[in-house]
């Protein structure tokens, strides 16, 4: 018998993915989850702001 239960909340979360950003600065890899594109982003090493919309095309 499977009796695996989940957190109530967690299928909304199902389709979240990572995206790899790399800064235009320093071409460090950040990841952003593809929930949280429409906001702002720094990079973690520079803290220069991602251009996320732009790694999605």
Not at 2 to 26: D, M
Request: with cysteine; net charge negative.
């Amino acid at each position: 018998m499977n009796t695996t239960q989940h957190c109530p909340g967690h299928e909304p979360f199902k389709s979240i993915q990572p995206i790899e950003v790399t800064c235009s600065k320093c071409n460090t890899v950040n990841e952003v989850f593809s929930d949280e594109v429409e906001k702002t982003h720094t990079c973690s090493k520079c803290k220069e702001v991602l251009d996320v919309k732009k790694a999605l095309s």
